[in-house]
């Protein structure tokens, strides 16, 4: 966001519900897509915004799909990362395109992320996963693995991600807890 906003772009970045400094109280059973879809344009008017360029990674960048379906008017563009390339369609997660015992699919599975997670301090949890999603291939989990399964602990993390990012993301996560059913959002943002 610093480089966008170098690049002479309003870089306006946020936490969803129930992630992060957010204040407003997470409930798997109530909040989905289209809850948080009403945020991003509840966002965008509260800061008087007409248009944006958004930029959602990995499940945030559905979200950027979905606000563009629902609302183009309020779309400049949309910059996705960490999401693969989809043929356009119908609105749709298309979970038989993703190979068995990838993170999306085993993670989308009610309680099966918080089961795994329940493992682990949020500090490991939150290394597991930047050491897992650093590399250049899905991490796929076997038939009697879970996805921090495959993460060896000797392993360093990014030299991207210092110790310092860590603790940092990790006291965030211990305050709001760790939800990983859909929908997840953290590291999306919004250019001007």
């Known amino acids: 966001m610093i480089i966008v906003a170098n690049a002479g772009f309003r870089a306006i970045t946020f936490d969803f519900r129930g992630y992060g400094l957010s204040t407003i109280h997470w409930s798997q059973k109530k909040a989905n897509f289209n809850d948080l879809v009403v ?3 509840a966002l965008l008017d509260s800061l008087a915004i007409d248009k944006a360029f958004l930029l959602g ?25 960490g999401m693969p390339f989809r043929l356009p369609g119908p609105l749709g ?18 309680g099966r992320a918080e089961a795994g997670f329940g493992r682990f301090d949020a500090k490991t949890i939150i290394r597991n996963i930047y050491i ?3 590399g250049s ?9 879970e996805i921090m399964d495959l993460v060896d602990s000797s ?3 990014p030299p991207w991600f210092t110790e310092e990012d860590l603790d940092v ?7 709001s807890g ?12 919004i250019m001007v």
């Open 39 to 41: 945020d991003i344009v």
């Open 57 to 81: 990674k990995n499940f945030g960048a559905i979200l950027a799909f979905m606000v563009a379906i629902i609302h183009p008017e309020r779309v400049l563009g949309i910059i996705t990362l």
């Open 93 to 110: 997660l298309q979970f038989n395109l993703l190979p068995k015992g990838s993170y999306v699919l085993r993670w989308a599975e009610p």
């Open 132 to 134: 897992l999603f650093s």
């Open 137 to 145: 291939e899905l991490p796929i989990a076997g038939d009697d693995e």
């Open 155 to 157: 392993t360093p993390l």
């Open 169 to 175: 993301y990790a006291t965030l996560y211990q305050n």
């Open 178 to 189: 760790l939800h990983c059913k859909f929908p997840t959002g953290v590291g999306n943002g």
